[in-house]
């Protein structure tokens, strides 16, 4: 190596460490705008995906994660199967040259701040808190794609089921309690709330005093009262200890006494389109005498 | 002269049967302690009748599937890891020597983890508990074979933090490969060790493995004592240590590596132990493995019913109290050895 290649690996080496330091500074964030219709979407969180997957025309998605090719986790699945993956990281996402990509508020945090850096149009997308919230992410999302009438035409179709199922449901109000994977419960101030409140449920969570989410001793589970215990599982899934809860041989002897429904964790991890599918289940495990399959 | 030295040795004996029916009575009353405290408000005369009468009311629910296997597991675990502790102690002959800082429970939570994950653990019932064995056992045979005999502080807690280091490692390695997505972030929570939730299933499990191990740790109690006269004095009493380092490992690697499989990591609990009691016993190795398996049940219980008494939601994981507990402890020891030394 002569001394004229050595300087100049130095002097790479100087400029790359000062971009890092740019990089690092808070205020350098450029907020370049994507085109009105994008064609080469990046998505680079599972919520997000089912969100595009949904909304964009399928020849405009670059890529989603490789989490929404999963059946067992995402709604989207089959249709995420047609396009490539992408682990959320920022040379994947730079060599499908995107025109758009969108992240989650709380996922490959790294990723986004390089991406905002290069001047990659970048928007983010939060996690709603209620229905309407659901809604107005597929308003806003679907203004971003380039697409507001299919994201208008998702929002009628909520509503229409919405409508339809409020219809459904009786005056008894059984009280209900959710039961996740690692013990935790929903209580107030969540969509699942909503949700359980929809189906014409009472959350007893909420009763018992737990915000948003929180763990719950299955002892309480068992003696807490409720008449609907729902359980949030994974069919199929890999073998996972924070599921091994919902595998307690107390809960199947439970089974006699009240009902178990089981959810899939994928209708409601999201806050997408489909935590209406959870509420029709949930009325339809309700509603006698049809499904009353117990879980494994 | 003989008549007074015989005296005394009765004397000392009664004295050690003493301590055992101390201690046996506190872990009974522990135990029912922890049977007792729960988040529930439980009518436990009613719960009992309940149970008694074979009525399968909500309460005995409850009592029979929830907490009973909660006290029953916090009382195998804790006996395991306090005999081990002690075991180990008597064999390496070194006040530093317990499962957890040598790396044996970290080897075990490897050896649990592949099995899980992989799905062997679904496939047949013991796959999880000899998994754990498993792996303890490897680290064992390791670090006999790292120190040899009479092993020095120094090499012993290096060869131990290796071991840990290596079996920490591997983990993650094992989680990286796991088909499940999420195993990292569930196993943070299962290494920092709990005995919440566990099922009746769990104890039937563990119970035939802890009580082997137990029967080979205890069992070479007086060989233990020989060994502390010196390794070719116990020879020549004729004592077979080759067999007599067989039981130790075996025992220790099914007593920790069970109860590792099914709770997770809890640290500390065999170092303090043997610590407290050696003294009550006359520093004999071998008396001291019965009264710290009996202390190291009571300790773990005693942690773990003020866990769910403390007002801190979610509950503190077990292994993070005995840690809160036994880590000063090994502070002050290590302050002493560098004193002595």
Redesign the interface.
């Known amino acids: 190596m002569t001394i004229r290649a050595a300087l100049r690996t130095a002097f790479r080496g100087a400029a790359l460490l000062s971009a890092f330091a740019v990089m690092a500074w808070p205020g350098s964030a450029i907020a370049a705008e994507p085109p009105a219709k994008p064609r080469r979407i990046v998505s680079l969180n599972m919520c997000t995906d089912e969100l595009v997957l949904r909304l964009a025309d399928p020849e405009a998605i670059a890529s989603v994660t490789w989490?929404s090719q999963d059946p067992r986790?995402a709604n989207m699945a089959e249709a995420a199967r047609r396009i490539p993956a992408n682990h959320g990281l920022v040379e994947q996402v730079l060599a499908f040259r995107p025109d758009l990509a969108i992240a989650g508020s709380f996922t490959t945090r790294n990723t986004v701040g390089l991406l905002k850096r290069v001047g990659t149009p970048l928007r983010e997308f939060g996690v709603p808190r209620d229905l309407a919230g659901v809604k107005a992410q597929i308003a806003e999302m679907a203004a971003l794609l380039g697409e507001p009438e299919r994201g208008q035409a998702l929002i009628e179709e909520i509503d229409t089921r919405l409508a339809r199922l409020a219809q459904r449901i009786g005056d008894a109000r059984p009280k209900a309690l959710v039961l996740r994977p690692?013990?935790f419960t929903v209580g107030r101030g969540s969509l699942v709330d909503e949700i359980l409140t929809r189906a014409g449920f009472v959350n007893l969570a909420a009763d018992l005093g737990i915000d948003n989410y929180?763990?719950i001793?299955?002892?309480?589970v068992?003696?807490?009262g409720a008449d609907i215990l729902i359980l949030n599982t994974t069919e199929g899934?890999?073998?996972?200890?924070?599921h091994e809860?919902l595998n307690?041989?107390?809960i199947g002897?439970?089974g006699?006494?009240l009902r178990l429904v089981a959810l899939p964790s994928k209708l409601w991890t999201c806050a997408g389109p489909a935590v209406i599918d959870a509420i029709e289940l949930l009325i339809d495990a309700t509603t006698p005498p049809r499904d009353q399959r117990s879980p494994r | 002269m003989t008549s007074a030295a015989t005296a005394i040795a009765v004397e000392s004996r009664s004295r050690y049967w003493w301590l055992v029916a101390l201690l046996s009575a506190m872990l009974l009353a522990m135990t029912a302690i922890s049977v007792a405290v729960?988040?529930?408000?439980?009518d436990l005369g009613a719960a009992i009748s309940d149970w008694l009468a074979g009525r399968?009311t909500?309460?005995a629910?409850?009592l029979v599937?929830?907490?009973l296997p909660r006290a029953l597991l916090g009382a195998l675990v804790g006996f395991s890891l306090g005999v081990a502790g002690a075991a180990m102690q008597g064999l390496l002959r070194n006040p530093l020597a317990e499962p957890g800082l040598l790396g044996i429970s970290s080897a075990a939570a490897f050896g649990a983890v592949v099995v899980?994950?992989?799905?062997f653990?679904?496939a047949f019932l013991l796959a999880l508990p000899l998994g754990g064995i498993a792996g303890a056992m490897l680290a064992t045979l390791l670090l006999y074979a790292l120190n040899g005999r009479g092993a020095g502080t120094m090499a012993l807690i290096l060869a131990g933090v290796a071991i840990n280091s290596f079996a920490g490692a591997m983990t993650s390695l094992a989680l990286n490969l796991?088909?499940?997505?999420?195993?990292a972030?569930?196993?943070v929570?299962?290494l920092m060790g709990s005995l919440?939730?566990r099922?009746?299933?769990h104890v039937w499990l563990v119970l035939p493995l802890m009580l082997l191990g137990w029967g080979l740790l205890l069992s070479s109690a007086t060989a233990l004592d020989g060994l502390t006269l010196g390794e070719d004095t116990a020879r020549s009493l004729g004592f077979d240590l080759g067999w007599l380092r067989a039981r130790l490992i075996g025992g220790a690697a099914l007593a920790v590596g069970a109860s590792v499989a099914v709770t997770g990591a809890i640290g500390f609990v065999g170092l303090v132990v043997p610590h407290l009691l050696r003294p009550l016993v006359g520093h004999r190795p071998g008396r001291l493995l019965l009264v710290s398996g009996l202390g190291g049940a009571i300790l773990t219980l005693v942690a773990d019913t003020a866990l769910r008494l403390l007002p801190i939601?979610?509950?503190l994981k077990l292994g993070v109290v005995t840690a809160l507990i036994g880590a000063p402890f090994l502070f002050s020891l290590i302050s002493r050895l560098r004193r002595e030394a």
Do not use: K
């Open positions: 989490l986790n690692n013990g929180g763990q001793a299955l002892e309480t068992a003696l807490g899934g890999p073998p996972s200890l924070a809860i307690h041989p107390l002897r439970l006699d006494r | 729960g988040y529930a408000s439980l399968a909500l309460p629910l409850v599937e929830l907490r899980f994950y992989s799905g653990a679904g796991a088909p499940n997505p999420y195993a972030l569930e196993i929570f299962w919440a939730d099922s009746l299933a939601r979610p509950e």
